[in-house]
């Protein structure tokens, strides 16, 4: 506890402190959490492991998945860790492999989200109505043939996106921002505890 | 040759990725563990390069404070053990203490102060008085619900409910606007995958 305390009011402090030691063991102890952060990915990627070579071990329905998932994982591990992530070879596979494979999911997120909509969205009261018509309009707004017959409907649909969105968006902002000032002062002064698991507060 | 292979490589994966619209197959289910098995990797050889350059380099140059970060890292694999898994609590007060500093004074300048300066507007025209009443409602509706949803003692909606119904409103076509936004920028993704499969993938398959 004493560690939080002590490393976030000295984060603090150096955003005042502009020079002086304060600010140096500011900056530094940032760049360390970079260090601490690149650790905490790996004890991620031990959980993986563990998780998956436990299904090939217990030899589950998807073992044969788990091993691919653990297979793909060393030989991309090793060979950006050997030959770096900007080499010619992690290069090739990132953009034949790894990009197709995001861009395709990425894309087929448009199918989910029509049938998704199709089946949840019931104009049931005011407010379901507003969310409908401003999501219309900047769906249209954006469709060449629409625009073609109504003239005036890409600039309404513009004029959504930049000023009651921006609106709304602030606001949800600054409320955001209170909450995360305000969740961020429990970490430091020690009456927020569950990240160290065990449910205690 | 080897830019056919990947485009050949690149298209078989799409098209697998694209056979779950018909049914979940093996397949699919290979394309995403090979996915997840990548981004894995990813994130461990970026994770190994940020040690190398910002710890294990100065360390090598003489920088001995560098130990610090270093052993905090490994004392969070101590969650593993039972006997000495309360080790990894030292360095996980460390991340969440200078993240939480890192947040406050983040978002007081960048979410906070300068949202706020940016929503003191003249109001002079339409675009600024929707501005300034929608952020203020919105904040309003956030900040003061119990009183936007009690009645006046006549009976009658206070002042803070029509207020809050504002905010409601303007949440509402933030909310429609941003959706609309993303199934637009989804859609041109799929049409870009499906220009990229019929313009460069197909005719490597026939050549």
Not at chain 1, 104 to 127: E, T
Not at chain 1, 158 to 169: C, D, E, H, L
Not at chain 2, 126 to 142: E, P, Q, Y
Request: aromatic share 12%; charged share 10%.
């Amino acid at each position: 506890m004493a560690v939080g305390f002590l490393s976030g009011l000295i984060v603090i402090l150096k955003y005042f402190a502009q020079e002086g030691i304060i600010s140096r063991i500011g900056t530094d102890l940032i760049a360390w959490r970079v260090t601490v952060a690149a650790f905490a990915l790996g004890l991620g990627a031990a959980n993986l492991i563990q998780v998956h070579a436990r299904a090939i071990i217990r030899r589950e329905k998807n073992a044969d998945s788990s091993f691919l998932l653990l297979a793909t994982m060393a030989v991309f591990t090793v060979l950006g860790v050997v030959s770096g992530p900007n080499s010619a070879a992690y290069k090739w596979f990132w953009d034949n492999v790894y990009q197709p494979i995001y861009g395709g999911i990425a894309s087929l997120l448009a199918f989910m989200i029509v049938s998704a909509s199709y089946r949840a969205f019931k104009v049931r009261n005011w407010q379901s109505a507003v969310l409908m018509i401003s999501a219309l309009i900047v769906i249209l707004g954006q469709v060449g043939l629409v625009s073609r017959v109504f003239a005036g409907l890409p600039s309404l649909s513009q004029w959504v996106m930049s000023v009651p969105n921006t609106a709304g968006m602030r606001g949800i902002t600054i409320g955001g921002a209170l909450g995360a000032i305000a969740l961020s002062l429990r970490v430091i002064l020690g009456f927020e505890r569950s990240y160290m698991g065990g449910g205690q507060q | 040759m080897a830019q056919s292979i990947g485009t050949f490589l690149s298209g078989f994966f799409l098209i697998t990725v694209y056979s779950y619209l018909f049914k979940e197959s093996r397949l699919y289910r290979y394309t995403e563990h090979i996915y997840v098995g990548f981004a894995a990797a990813h994130a461990i050889v970026t994770g190994w390069h940020n040690v190398k350059d910002q710890a294990l380099s100065p360390l090598a140059d003489g920088q001995w404070l560098m130990l610090v970060p270093l052993c905090f890292g490994c004392l969070l694999y101590a969650k593993f053990t039972k006997r000495y898994s309360y080790l990894s609590r030292t360095p996980l007060a460390f991340m969440m203490g200078v993240a939480a500093g890192v947040t406050i004074t983040g978002a007081a300048e960048a979410s906070f102060v300068k949202q706020i300066r940016a929503t003191i507007l003249p109001l002079n025209n339409l675009d600024n008085i929707v501005m300034v009443l929608g952020t203020v409602s919105t904040l309003a509706f956030f900040l003061f619900i119990p009183l936007g949803s009690k009645k006046a003692a006549n009976g009658k909606r206070s002042f803070m409910s029509l207020v809050s119904n504002l905010g409601r409103a303007t949440m509402m076509v933030a909310f429609g606007s941003s959706f609309g936004f993303v199934v637009m920028a989804r859609l041109s993704y799929l049409i870009a995958r499906l220009q990229f499969l019929f313009s460069k993938v197909f005719p490597v398959i026939s050549q």
